[in-house]
């Protein structure tokens, strides 16, 4: 067994601990949250500026439904001032066209031909027997009373079920039809915005009446032999939309009171 001196080992502690107070050299870390903090800021900033352009001076959260409601009330109410405007327009031109026909032979000749086309062409009102069909989206029901697996999409009238039941009509020897009173012509644009219709430029919510002048029994053998009207019935009985004939033993279909010139033509050969 080996001894060793004890001032050797009070030399040796004595070494350590004059190590342990003297100052340590350390390295510098740079905490990791010092670099995001800028770029946090930064992308905040961008956030702010992107929002206020966007805002322009409004609240984003405020609901708009009420600014909507009425700028489209506003519009409504600028195409009737124009509609109205128009037809005053039309009815000075007649005027004054006719005015010009006691002296002009070659108006008034013109004035002649317009006047054997005017009732084909659709300006002129109709009435006699005819047949009425009214469509009209399903009940509101809820959720719970929605038929299984049935969409809202299902449950509403949609534009090409018009179009097929005014197509029928048209192959079934129809004279004049009128949707929603209003008459249409071969140039008439029917198209629906939601479950809404829209016809020379006025909006029009369900039931959408569809009315044509014609052989009654005519025209409800074209109803039935249409594509479109069937599969319309079938998703009527399933989603409880609604379908419904009338024949009309005296009906009149109003003139047609919109525009009636064309963007494009083509001569027909002879």
Same mark, same amino acid.
């Given at each position: 067994?080996?001894? %060793?001196?004890?001032?050797?080992?009070?030399?040796?502690?004595?070494?350590?601990?004059?190590?342990?107070?003297?100052?340590? &050299?350390?390295?510098?870390?740079?905490? #990791? +949250?010092?670099?995001?903090?800028?770029?946090?800021?930064?992308?905040?900033g961008?956030?702010?500026?992107?929002?206020?352009?966007?805002?322009?001076?409004?609240?984003?959260?405020?609901? &708009?439904?009420?600014?909507?409601?009425?700028?489209?009330?506003?519009r409504?109410?600028? !195409? @009737?001032?124009?509609?109205?405007?128009?037809?005053?327009?039309?009815?000075?031109?007649?005027?004054?066209?006719? =005015?010009?026909? #006691?002296?002009?032979?070659?108006?008034?000749?013109?004035?002649? &031909?317009?006047?054997?086309?005017?009732?084909?062409?659709?300006?002129?009102?109709?009435?006699? $027997?005819?047949?009425s069909?009214?469509?009209?989206?399903?009940?509101?029901?809820?959720? @719970?009373? *929605?038929?299984?697996? =049935?969409?809202?999409?299902?449950?509403?009238?949609?534009? #090409?079920d018009?179009q097929?039941? !005014?197509?029928?009509? +048209?192959?079934?020897?129809?004279?004049?039809?009128?949707?929603?009173?209003?008459?249409?012509?071969? %140039?008439?644009?029917?198209?629906?915005?939601?479950?809404?219709?829209l016809?020379?430029?006025? !909006?029009?919510?369900? /039931?959408?009446?569809?009315?044509?002048?014609?052989?009654?029994?005519?025209?409800?053998?074209?109803?039935?032999?249409?594509?479109?009207? &069937?599969l319309? *019935?079938?998703? @009527?009985?399933?989603?409880?939309?609604?379908? *419904?004939? %009338?024949?009309?033993?005296?009906?009149?279909? $109003?003139?047609?009171?919109? /525009?009636?010139?064309?963007?494009?033509?083509?001569?027909? $050969?002879?």
């Amino acid at each position: 067994m080996e001894y %060793t001196s004890g001032t050797a080992s009070w030399q040796k502690a004595l070494r350590r601990a004059a190590v342990a107070l003297l100052p340590r &050299r350390t390295t510098p870390r740079r905490p #990791g +949250w010092s670099v995001g903090v800028p770029l946090i800021t930064l992308a905040a900033g961008m956030l702010f500026t992107t929002t206020a352009a966007t805002a322009d001076g409004t609240s984003l959260r405020e609901d &708009r439904r009420p600014q909507l409601a009425q700028l489209i009330e506003e519009r409504r109410k600028q !195409v @009737a001032a124009g509609q109205a405007r128009a037809a005053a327009l039309r009815a000075q031109v007649e005027s004054q066209t006719a =005015a010009l026909a #006691g002296s002009d032979s070659g108006i008034a000749a013109q004035q002649e &031909r317009a006047a054997a086309s005017r009732e084909a062409a659709g300006f002129t009102a109709l009435t006699g $027997p005819g047949i009425s069909v009214e469509l009209n989206d399903a009940p509101q029901l809820g959720d @719970a009373g *929605k038929p299984a697996g =049935a969409s809202n999409d299902d449950l509403v009238v949609h534009q #090409g079920d018009v179009q097929a039941v !005014v197509n029928a009509l +048209w192959a079934g020897g129809a004279e004049a039809v009128a949707i929603m009173n209003v008459r249409i012509l071969s %140039t008439s644009a029917v198209r629906c915005v939601g479950n809404t219709l829209l016809l020379h430029g006025r !909006v029009y919510s369900p /039931p959408f009446l569809i009315t044509a002048i014609g052989d009654p029994a005519a025209l409800q053998r074209a109803l039935a032999a249409s594509e479109g009207v &069937r599969l319309f *019935k079938e998703a @009527a009985d399933h989603y409880q939309l609604g379908y *419904k004939e %009338t024949v009309e033993p005296r009906v009149t279909v $109003p003139a047609y009171d919109g /525009p009636g010139g064309l963007r494009a033509a083509e001569v027909i $050969p002879e």
